[in-house]
């Protein structure tokens, strides 16, 4: 049985990423890039797939794990009968390559140790050829090289690199694992210590930068540094999750690819960032953003590659078992062909929430609005996949619609507030069309509540969103209805499902874990309309779970309480920070405000 996903903890250097275990096993590395096949494979495929471990060699009485301040170096603490030790694992901030630092601590007694790396490149296919060196061991197979850098003797035993050890009270033992093409040579090494004094102080130095107030200031900062570790330093692209496969439902078919940058989490990202004090990385995102939607909008993707790459053929693994037997491994992502009308409307929010927090925009950002509102224009009245990227037919999806009218609503606002050009009236004409629309066929009177798609009785948690994008009031008695009816029909055990999976609507299988992201998305919803003790209730339990350093999934099963769907998850961490956020300004009112205004 795999690990439960709430035992991972992330490390990173704004360019890859490996998933720590809490044993001390290293079981997901992407390197150099999150959509690389140079990767450890063993969370979705079990150990003969790749892993690195270094942990006590006997019985381990008790292990304990932090990060060290509000970093990315992760201190996994393990007591044994013969003492206590700790492993410090980090990724130094980027060096040039990928380079991964394990430190070896001895912190009582003496504590004999055991390293066993297990290099599978390829998602797990590629057995490298090894050989020795006179620090450690390279490893090479076809494009990619590992060198192993260690004082610890290594030997070769069934296709694994063992070292075994023993750390006595105040020795270090160090490990640095880097990664290059094999075609060049390896980088140097570095002085260990050094390297996390320099880290630490790396991650320090931007945690300074936060701007957070009210009660949940910690949790809230560490879930900015986890979307700073999704980041793609060289273009500030952030990806969904550093994983793909991780099931939302165990054993079962929806296992997703998320190493890639959806349009949606867009205006989302922006609003954390930027009211968080990190500005930098706030107008990477919207620069990378912008050039990856230049173009004609009938083009556009709906998510990208992290340099803006288009082409994401989805591919099944087939000789990966997957995380808890659930198949098919994907990687690629089929829906990056969908049309998803929502999308436009996300980007000309993010672009004009960019605008009315005053980042500066070029000429080129307005002509890229103008082209995207254009279009909207022309093709609301088309159905399309929706938000939720369902494999079946394509609806008349009430929110996407929502979206069509925010689109056209900042385009009009652009040029109401900052004097920008464009056919005002005509943009008015057509908003005040999409908003008379979702109200005539998006609404269900007879049971006082907007529906996920024209003519249908499913509800969808998406609706929550409309009052916070400004689509009617908080109070109109048509909201209210909506978030009563949501928490009739899609509220399990006190978390939100994204919609009832048992209808098939999506074209699979039925099942799967309540949706993070929604469930804060109630919180915001409840704020709105003035229900705070109900808003401080459920994000006090959305809060409690994230696993014991923080981190949360897409997911979560209520039942099983466990954790589900990719990891960590940048949705959920960004609705997380805005939560917070609205929660810790409600005096004199709510601030939750994606209206435009």
């Known amino acids: 049985m795999s690990a439960p996903i709430e035992d991972y903890a992330i490390i990173g250097d704004t360019e890859a990423a490996a998933l720590v275990r809490r044993d001390g096993s290293i079981d997901w590395l992407c ?31 008790r292990t304990t794990r932090s990060y060290r301040g509000p970093t990315l170096v992760l201190e996994t603490v393990h007591e044994t009968t013969e003492g206590e030790v700790a492993v410090i694992d980090f ?25 066993m790396l297990s290099i599978r ?17 390279i490893a090479i197979a076809g494009p990619d090289l590992l060198r192993l850098v260690t004082e610890v003797p290594l030997r070769g ?25 094999s075609h060049l040579e390896p980088p140097p090494s570095h002085d260990a210590m050094a390297s996390l004094a320099h880290t630490e102080a790396w991650w320090q130095h931007w945690a300074a930068q936060a701007k957070i107030a009210g009660p949940h200031q910690e949790l809230s900062l560490r879930s900015l540094i986890v979307l700073k570790a999704l980041t793609y ?22 296992n997703w690819d998320y190493r890639y940058c959806w349009l949606r989490d867009a ?11 990190f500005r930098e990385e706030a107008e990477a995102w919207r620069a990378w953003l912008v050039r990856t939607v230049a173009g004609q909008p009938e083009q556009a993707r709906i ?88 494999r079946g037919p394509r609806k008349h999806f009430t929110f996407s619609k929502v979206m069509a009218w925010v689109a056209l609503d900042r385009a009009v606002k652009e040029i109401e507030q900052f004097g920008m050009e464009g056919p005002v009236e005509r943009w008015r004409a057509a908003r005040d069309a999409v908003h008379a629309d979702v109200c005539a066929r998006g609404f269900d009177a007879a049971r006082g509540t907007f529906v996920q798609a024209y003519g249908e009785a499913q509800l969808d948690a998406s609706l929550l969103l409309l009052p916070a994008v400004g689509f009617l009031p908080p109070d109109d008695p048509r909201i209210i209805g909506t978030i009563e009816a949501i928490e009739r029909e899609l509220l399990v055990d006190g978390f939100v499902l994204r919609y009832r999976t048992s209808t098939g609507i999506d074209g699979l299988p039925p099942g799967e874990g309540a949706f993070l992201a929604c469930s804060f998305w109630l919180v915001d919803a ?16 959305l809060a409690a779970v994230a696993n014991d350093v923080g981190l949360l999934a897409e997911e979560y099963d209520p039942k099983a309480k466990r954790l589900l769907g990719n990891f960590p998850q940048a949705l959920s961490h960004i609705a997380l920070v805005n939560s917070a956020r609205n929660l810790s300004e409600l005096s004199p009112g709510p601030s939750v405000d994606r209206s435009g205004s």
């Open 157 to 181: 035993e069934d296709f694994n690199t063992v070292g075994d050890f023993v750390v006595g009270e105040g020795e270090r033992v160090t490990f640095e694992l880097v990664w290059s093409p």
């Open 91 to 115: 990724m130094i901030p980027r060096n040039g390559a990928p380079d991964l630092v394990r430190i070896v601590e001895g912190r009582r007694g003496k504590v004999a140790m055991r390293s």
């Open 303 to 390: 998510m990208y590659g992290v340099a803006g790459e288009r082409r994401l053929p989805e591919q099944e693994l087939a000789w990966l078992p997957g995380y808890a037997d659930s198949k098919p491994v994907r990687i690629g992502n089929f829906a990056a062909d969908q049309f998803q009308l929502d999308v436009y409307g996300e980007v000309m929010d993010a672009l004009h929430l960019a605008r009315r927090l005053g980042m500066a925009c070029d000429d080129t950002t307005w002509r890229v609005q103008r082209s995207i509102a254009s279009f909207v224009e022309r093709v609301w009245c088309d159905p399309d996949e929706g938000i939720w990227e369902v």
């Open 233 to 254: 330093g060289p273009t500030g692209a952030i990806v969904a999750a550093p994983t793909t496969s991780l099931p939302e439902h165990l054993g079962g078919v929806r």
């Open 267 to 277: 205006t989302f990202t922006l609003y954390a960032l930027l009211h968080s004090g």
């Open 526 to 541: 409840y704020a709105l309309c003035g229900r705070l003790d109900d808003a401080h209730a459920l994000f006090e339990r």
């Open 121 to 137: 490149f390829d998602y797990g296919v590629n057995v490298p050829w090894v050989r020795r060196t006179e620090t450690g061991i």
């Open 31 to 61: 390197l150099p890039r999150f959509d690389s096949p140079a990767c450890f494979a063993a969370l979705l495929g079990g150990d003969e797939h790749g892993h690195w471990t270094v942990a006590p060699a006997g019985e381990v009485l």
